[in-house]
């Protein structure tokens, strides 16, 4: 599985703060440029990013895309793993030995949990936040019954490794269509990205935790996002129904005072992808920040 899939990049040690914990990063563009961090999206890894997106954005701008801990081929780290300030530390302690302390920070779905939470505790280090099709707020429900059991100690863990076992990679790959829709996936995306990295046991049981338990998270932080002073992009697909932008982004921009929406019409889940255009010119107004 991970000879069909390697690292692309470097995995940095966080040192003893983190306990020898090691994040895997790719970097790509001038390293005197804007640094951007690019933080993907739950059963994912940087290889989204690394599928075409990177290669607008590096002729002008230094770009980190990172494996959130626990998923491609960073270390999971510590027991508190699960919540997204604590990846979001994680992260910026790889920046940090990168030689950047300061950043646009893109999240992707899930990953904009990380990205939001990482201007909300560290905002000196945040030159702007991209959102792209982002989880911000808690929504009405639950996150789902595998999920929601899966988050269950013990019980998750056997649960996770039987699910992942019979949840096939072609399996898997028909649900990269779903989470395009209404676009398809680009050629050749579902077979580059590596859905096998997401349904080793460890990883699908971590997915689980990550979605499981991240309503309560935002039920205690969304609110401090009247405090956010960083300059924030939305870009939102208003035809996604995987994370719904009048969840989570309309609030967002209601509710952060220096948030700007960028609603795409006709577009899904999967924006920086099927309207790279718009992120890039979101990025492009953030990197004013400079």
């Not at 000879?3 to 895997?24: T, V």
């Not at 991209?130 to 056997?158: E, F, I, N, Q, R």
């Not at 395009?180 to 689980?208: C, E, I, K, M, S």
């Not at 719904?244 to 006709?266: F, T, Y």
Request: aromatic share 8%; hydrophobic share 45%.
């Amino acid at each position: 599985m991970e000879a069909s899939y390697p690292p692309l990049g470097d995995r940095i040690d966080l040192g003893a703060d983190f306990a020898g914990q090691k994040i895997h990063v790719f970097q790509a563009g001038p390293r005197t440029a804007p640094p951007v961090v690019l933080i993907h999206g739950a059963s994912g890894n940087l290889r989204d990013f690394t599928f075409g997106f990177i290669d607008r954005i590096s002729d002008r701008f230094r770009v980190i895309a990172i494996d959130r801990p626990g998923f491609g081929y960073s270390d999971r780290g510590d027991g508190n793993a699960h919540l997204p300030d604590n990846q979001a530390a994680a992260m910026r302690a790889a920046a940090e030995a990168l030689g950047v302390n300061r950043a646009i920070i893109a999240g992707h779905s899930l990953g904009s949990a990380s990205a939001l939470s990482w201007a909300l505790d560290a905002p000196e280090t945040v030159a702007g936040v991209l959102v792209l099709g982002g989880v911000s707020h808690p929504w009405k429900g639950t996150a789902g019954h595998v999920y929601d059991v899966g988050s269950v100690p013990g019980v998750g863990h056997m649960l996770a490794g039987a699910v992942a076992a019979f949840v096939s990679e072609r399996r898997a790959k028909s649900g990269i269509e779903a989470i395009f829709r209404p676009q398809a996936a680009p050629d050749g995306y579902a077979d580059y990205v590596g859905v096998a990295l997401a349904l080793r046991a460890a990883t699908f049981r971590y997915n689980n935790l990550d979605i499981g338990l991240l309503k309560p998270y935002l039920k205690r932080r969304s609110p401090e996002y009247a405090n956010l002073a960083t300059p924030i992009e939305i870009v939102h697909g208003a035809l996604d129904t995987i994370v719904p932008p009048d969840v989570h982004s309309i609030p967002l921009s209601q509710k952060a005072p220096n948030a700007r929406l960028n609603l795409l019409e006709g577009v899904g889940h999967m924006p920086h992808h099927v309207a790279p255009e718009a992120c890039e010119a979101a990025l492009d107004r953030l990197s004013a920040s400079f």
